[in-house]
């Protein structure tokens, strides 16, 4: 079952990717069905399974993934081949790029940049200005 799709509504990013809306067609985790979420640049961008969301003016595009219970929020980005799961967040400016991974309870927020072949896990928290690569 799909829990979200892709609106009419559209940005085009720095790239010339043109990522579009999702909102919610069902109830899951604090997602009331209906509500608008951020921005994907196509459906598997987002996992149908678990409470995985995109939020606000988040971004997700590329082969990135986001999956499980994870968090993108705020004006983040995770793009390239990164991967955002289990109970995760990613937000603020946060970039999450390349084939990172941010996955267990793991955070990476304010202007935090998470790239290349990085690693951030368990209950680790990336802030600030820091730069994991």
């Known amino acids: ?23 919610a067609l069902i109830e899951f985790g604090n997602v009331k069905a209906g509500e608008l979420g ?16 995109v939020y606000g003016n988040a971004e997700v595009y590329g082969n990135a993934r986001v999956y499980g219970n994870a968090s993108v929020y705020g004006d ?6 990164a991967w955002v799961y289990g109970n995760a967040r990613v937000c603020d400016d946060a970039r999450v ?16 940049r998470v790239c290349g072949n990085a690693r951030v896990c368990d209950d680790a928290r990336v802030c600030d200005d820091a730069r994991v690569y």
């Not at 085009?12 to 990717?17: D, K, S, W």
């Not at 921005?39 to 961008?45: A, G, I, P």
């Open 1 to 23: 079952m799909k829990k979200f799709e892709l609106t009419s509504e559209f940005i085009t990013n720095i790239f010339g990717t043109k990522l579009f809306r999702i909102k």
């Open 38 to 53: 951020g921005f994907v640049e196509k459906e598997e961008n987002l996992n149908h399974e678990g409470n995985a969301w």
């Open 97 to 112: 790029c390349d084939d990172a991974r941010v996955y267990g309870n793991a955070s990476v927020y304010g202007n935090a």
């Open 76 to 81: 983040a980005r995770v793009y390239g081949n």
